[in-house]
């Protein structure tokens, strides 16, 4: 069955047909999604291979919906970025984050980090600072503590209003992380033209350690590369103790993945923290 789509879009089976009909139900559900509370943030925890220090934490949001039950951002950010929605959902989750990440540092006698997640469609408008700098005064943050992750492709497809934000964002105070780093097309001298101050190995460089070879000399040359450029580099994905030496070994700095934690509330992350305080 071929046919026309609400959106003007050929459907061609009912595979597609039902992507479509959730993206709407998605789409529909959202908009009241801040609204009604159903969206949280969840924490990640980051830690320092060398001192075994952790370094703070990834935000990721969730969605509880009413009758879905929890959607994955992989499948609600994409409509809400098609929708522009995400830049009022972004902005919501970076002011949770810094709020959270005041408290931590203070828990923990330390300043930590939190790195928020920043959608191409954030990245491309024009209030993105201006919500930086709210979000900032407003939580007591300091900008050395807040970290945005751009993903790779949001990076080369940069146009000229991208580099200046990233650069306006860097002069702030803020660092930037590139986002799984190593997956998107590279003629890396667009790394030259950014301020980056890290880069994020993505997990499908991370799953084959210690073993394939391939996997281990990509993350290698990636932390070469990171080196050179003196970026910082954090491994994704890292779900076992033998992934975490064999990074520490190829001389990764940070890493983040379900062998330190699985993504958790705010309250279990303050948990995280404290038997974690003697190390
Ligand atoms: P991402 O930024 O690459 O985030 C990492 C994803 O990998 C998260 O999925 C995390 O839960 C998962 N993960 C972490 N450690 C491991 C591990 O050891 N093994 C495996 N298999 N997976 C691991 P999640 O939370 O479902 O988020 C999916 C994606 O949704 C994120 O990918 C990010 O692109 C996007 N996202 C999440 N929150 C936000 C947000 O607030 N804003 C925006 N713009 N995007 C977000
Ligand atoms: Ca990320
Ligand atoms: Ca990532
Ligand atoms: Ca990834």
Request: aromatic share 6%.
């Given at each position: 069955a071929k046919?026309?789509?609400?959106?003007?879009?050929?459907?061609?089976?009912?595979?597609?047909?039902?992507?479509?009909?959730?993206?709407?139900?998605?789409?529909?559900?959202?908009?009241?999604?801040?609204?009604?509370?159903?969206?949280?943030?969840?924490?990640?925890?980051?830690?320092?291979?060398?001192?075994?220090?952790?370094?703070?934490?990834?935000?990721?949001?969730?969605?509880?919906?009413?009758?879905?039950?929890?959607?994955?951002?992989?499948?609600?950010?994409?409509?809400?970025?098609?929708?522009?929605?995400?830049?009022?959902?972004g902005a919501w989750v970076m002011l949770q984050a810094c709020r959270e990440c005041t408290r931590w540092s203070q828990y923990y006698g330390r300043p930590l980090a939190v790195s928020v997640n920043v959608s191409a469609r954030q990245m491309l408008h024009s209030n993105l600072l201006l919500t930086v700098e709210r979000v900032l005064s407003d939580s007591g943050l300091?900008?050395?503590?807040?970290?945005?992750?751009?993903?790779?492709?949001?990076?080369?497809?940069?146009?000229?209003?991208?580099?200046?934000?990233?650069?306006?964002?860097?002069?702030?105070?803020?660092?930037?992380?590139?986002?799984?780093?190593?997956?998107?097309?590279?003629?890396?001298?667009?790394?030259?033209?950014?301020?980056?101050?890290?880069?994020?190995i993505d997990r499908s460089f991370v799953q084959g350690l210690p073993q394939d070879n391939v996997q281990a000399s990509s993350v290698r040359a990636i932390i070469g590369l990171a080196r050179n450029l003196g970026l910082g580099t954090i491994a994704e994905g890292v779900e076992t103790r033998a992934q975490s030496d064999c990074l520490a070994r190829l001389g990764c700095q940070i890493i983040q993945g379900y062998w330190l934690g699985k993504p958790m509330s705010d309250v279990q992350f303050r948990e995280f923290l404290s038997g974690r305080r003697s190390l």
């Open positions: 046919h026309l789509g609400g959106d003007g879009i050929v459907v061609f089976d009912r595979d597609l047909e039902l992507r479509h009909q959730y993206r709407q139900t998605l789409k529909k559900g959202l908009k009241n999604a801040l609204a009604r509370s159903e969206l949280r943030v969840f924490y990640q925890p980051q830690m320092h291979l060398e001192s075994g220090l952790i370094t703070g934490a990834e935000a990721l949001v969730r969605w509880q919906h009413e009758e879905l039950g929890q959607v994955s951002p992989a499948d609600f950010i994409p409509v809400a970025e098609d929708d522009g929605l995400v830049v009022e959902i300091s900008p050395s503590q807040l970290e945005l992750e751009i993903t790779e492709s949001v990076a080369i497809s940069a146009r000229e209003s991208v580099a200046s934000q990233m650069q306006a964002l860097v002069s702030m105070g803020v660092t930037i992380a590139l986002d799984d780093f190593g997956t998107g097309y590279s003629s890396l001298s667009y790394l030259n033209l950014l301020p980056v101050n890290n880069l994020k």
